[in-house]
Antibody, heavy 127, light 110 residues
């Protein structure tokens, strides 16, 4: 069964740091780009960051650029999000998502859609 | 990157069809065929319903269909059922190699 399980959320003071983890299982983790998507309480979805399968390419929303760092350890099938200089507006449920990918002729292409989601880990930034 | 624009709410009676719009710009929706749609029930993680504007993943009902014209994408739910009551979000790839979600639409089955 394909599964994503997030952990690492919690209560942190403004200006503090937190590292989220996402353990993947049931698929060849290194073959897929991965993303973090967040949802503030009672609000909509916001894309946060993405990383390629190899980890060589990373992308960030303007709202977190320079403060958050996405990374992955393919030997551990785990995705990370290092969050620094946290603000109240970063309070949200953080989802780990797998990229929908189409493979043909030995090459794989991202469909820029999220086909597998974890259940999320809650981050609360408050004094 | 501004969120894509969706109506806050759409409603319909069982059996009817409804359409949710998702308006962006030529730098996102209008520029790429990478529009996807997600269904989210209360307290649950989102579920992929449509990708590449109009493709359904395996297991998603044929009652869900997608289309695009210019900078606006649309999700149509035909034969509306009680279980379709949920929040729906569109998403698009952007010219900055990022993703952007829509503002979300609450679908109510009357």
């Amino acid at each position: 069964e394909v599964q994503l399980v997030e952990s690492g959320g919690g209560l942190v003071q403004p200006g503090g740091s937190l590292r989220l983890s996402c353990a993947a299982s049931g698929f060849t983790f290194s073959s897929y780009a991965m993303n973090w998507v967040r949802q503030a309480p009672g609000k909509g979805l916001e894309w946060v960051s993405a990383i390629s399968g190899s980890g060589g390419s990373t992308y960030y929303a303007d709202s977190v650029k320079g403060r958050f760092t996405i990374s992955r350890d393919n030997s551990k099938n785990t995705l990370y999000l290092q969050m620094n200089s946290l603000r109240a507006e970063d309070t949200a449920l953080y989802y780990c998502t797998k990229d929908l990918t189409y493979c043909t002729g030995g090459s794989c292409y991202s469909k820029n859609a999220f086909d597998i989601w974890g259940q999320g880990t809650m981050v609360t930034v408050s004094s | 990157q501004s969120a894509l624009t969706q109506p806050a709410s759409v409603s319909g009676s069982p059996g009817q069809s409804i359409t949710i719009s998702c308006t962006g710009t030529s730098s996102d929706v209008g520029g790429y065929n990478y529009v996807s749609w997600y269904q989210q029930h209360p307290g649950k993680a989102p579920k992929l319903m449509i990708y590449d504007v109009s493709n359904r993943p395996s297991g998603v009902s044929y009652r869900f269909s997608g289309s695009k014209s210019g900078n606006t994408a649309s999700l149509t739910i035909s034969g509306l059922q009680a279980e379709d009551e949920a929040d729906y979000y569109c998403s698009s790839y952007t010219s900055s190699s990022t993703q952007v979600f829509g503002t979300g639409t609450k679908v109510t089955v009357l």
